[in-house]
């Protein structure tokens, strides 16, 4: 059993930056891959960055060159650290971990608006 536990979020003006952060119960070495996604009030569940245990990541086209996710081992935490915000970047962020199966957080609100 993993427990994910998600903070960070908030409101943000565009253009601010905020880091949301993904604590796991388990060391995070363990963990094969863990990723975050966000979902916008009416819209669809998307994908926006993956890190392997291996230090691998991959991004959304829409958020590459602006999110950047990584792994604190010593923390068990992965970060989500985003720059540059929009306001459709604006929803829920939840990080999701794959170890043995997939596990979910409860997600945590980014609100970006002037």
């Known amino acids: 059993q993993v427990q994910l536990v998600e903070s960070g979020g908030g409101l943000v003006q565009p253009g601010g930056s905020l880091r949301l952060s993904c604590e796991a119960s388990v060391s995070i070495s363990r963990v094969y891959r863990v990723a975050w996604y966000r979902q916008a009030l009416g819209k669809q569940h998307e994908w926006v960055a993956t890190?392997?245990?291996?230090?691998?990541?991959n991004y959304a086209d829409s958020v590459k060159g602006r999110f950047t996710i990584s792994i604190d081992n010593a923390e068990n935490t992965v970060y989500l650290q985003m720059n540059d915000l929009k306001p459709e970047d604006t929803a829920v962020y939840s990080c999701m971990a794959l170890f043995q199966r997939t596990y979910w957080g409860q997600g945590t609100q980014v609100t970006v608006s002037s």
């Open positions: 890190v392997t245990n291996t230090g691998l990541t």
